[in-house]
């Protein structure tokens, strides 16, 4: 069974196409790492703190390791993460989608 991503907002399958993973960025900390649907990824606050990726572009073995260079330049600019738990859980997922679509055939 190949694994599929669910919205954190509605609870609905979300293909990687039509998904965004973002987080809020605000006094230089990352936190509120979430993977919905396209239109409900604004957090329900200033969208100017919002920072987002579209699900498809880090849902292959080169937008991954983009992501992840992403992520470790903030940390090289001085920003904290506040949400261990929530970036774990949205790399495990994106993760567990490669293993499926890119390893295990």
Known sequence: MKFKFYCETCGNEVPPEEGTLSW?????????FRITHKEDHNHSCDPQNIAYVHLWMVTGPA???????????????????????????VLNHIGTYLWDNYVKK
């Open 24 to 32: 809020v960025e605000a006094k230089k900390a990352l936190r509120d």
């Open 63 to 89: 937008g991954f390791t983009k992501l992840n260079e992403r992520l470790t330049d903030y940390w090289g600019r001085g920003y904290t993460l506040k949400d261990v738990k929530g970036l774990k859980r």
